[in-house]
């Protein structure tokens, strides 16, 4: 058992999205699902309660405890891209699925829960120690939603992406 975990407030959905992130993300699987032994104010004896998951090697608990306490963007979950097909496949698979795009690598998934779809090279371009490059990096992802590899790069190299 881990030392630490994040548990992740639900409105009945903890199995669902554990299932859902198992699907996109490698590394990633339910390992376990606890029924509630009784009735409790967001429900009854027998309902899906705690689910255990993993995303990407992180665990998780998934809690079922009712509605009002939405996830904003004070927590979000940033999954590093290596290229392009990945950082599309990530994204069009929270998107396509309920989901809402929003501005410079983040997006938001059919469960309320907040991501940044980062492709590496947008992070070692912005942490650049030439601050032209960083500050071409950073212009370039503030056009976007879903980060264009072949932008930045054009970006980083000077060009004005076509």
């Known amino acids: 058992m881990t030392k630490i975990t994040t548990c992740l407030w639900f409105d009945g959905q903890a199995e669902d999205a554990a299932n859902f992130y198992a699907s996109v993300f490698p590394d990633s699987t339910v390992t376990a699902i606890h029924r509630a032994p009784a009735d409790y104010p967001a429900g009854k004896a027998g309902d899906v309660l705690t689910v255990e998951f ?11 405890a009712g509605g009002g306490n ?5 927590v979000s979950f940033q999954i590093f891209t290596d290229d392009q097909a990945e950082t599309d496949r990530y994204w069009n698979a929270i998107v396509s699925n309920g989901g809402t795009e929003s501005a410079c690598s983040w997006c938001r998934d059919r469960y309320g829960l907040a991501w940044q779809i980062v ?3 947008l992070t070692t371009a912005m942490a650049s120690p030439d601050p032209a490059v960083a500050k071409r990096a950073m212009q370039a992802m503030m056009t976007m939603r879903k980060i264009d590899i072949a932008a930045i790069e054009a970006a980083v190299a000077g060009e004005d992406a076509a």
């Open 119 to 121: 492709p590496r090279v």
């Open 54 to 64: 993993t995303v990407c090697g992180q665990s998780f608990v998934g809690l079922n």
């Open 70 to 74: 939405p996830f904003t963007n004070a």
